[in-house]
């Protein structure tokens, strides 16, 4: 549903990862942060979060500025994008939306929830053309100009 971008561990974090597993015989201790029931009773509860209906054109919107650019402002991103997301993307935009704003204490989604998920949710759906590798320009960089181009409802 998500890619998120994990940096390498910075030199005492690596230092700390290599005292811990360089061992044949390693053992870890794993302890539950949350437990079933509560994982289930927050799906239950993200559910219920409000996704307004001008906001699920607006999501829509910008997943569909990923395939048409230049139906939406964006013709100079044609050329970079090989394949735009799909319906799933739509999808997975909406949930994790809800999620955010389920993370936030609201009951409700705004236009910025889904301003920041959209990279996480988005930049392994849109897939870059070679034009776009020659010109150094990311996935994270179509999708950041889709956000500055469709207009928030």
């Keep these: 549903m998500l890619k998120l ?17 360089a061992n044949v015989s390693v053992e870890h201790e794993v302890s539950p942060v949350v437990d ?6 927050s799906r239950t509860l993200i559910d219920s979060i409000y996704l307004d209906e001008k906001l699920k054109g607006y999501l829509v919107d910008v997943v569909l500025a990923t395939r048409n650019p230049e139906k939406y402002g964006a013709s100079e991103l044609s ?6 997301a799909s319906p799933r993307a739509t999808i997975s935009l ?3 939306s809800k999620a955010a704003a389920f993370m936030q204490g609201r009951s409700f989604v705004t ?17 870059i053309s070679y034009e776009a590798e020659a010109e150094n320009v990311s ?9 500055e181009t469709v207009p928030v409802p």
């Design 94 to 96: 909406a949930l994790a």
């Design 111 to 127: 236009p910025q929830d889904i301003k920041d998920i959209g990279l996480d949710v988005l930049r392994h759906r849109v897939i």
């Design 79 to 84: 050329a970079f994008i090989r394949f735009g």
């Design 5 to 21: 971008l994990v940096d390498y561990p910075d030199r005492e974090e690596e230092l700390k990862i290599l005292d811990s597993n």
């Design 36 to 41: 079933a029931e509560t994982i289930f009773r």
């Design 139 to 147: 996935s994270d960089d179509i999708i950041k100009k889709i956000f």
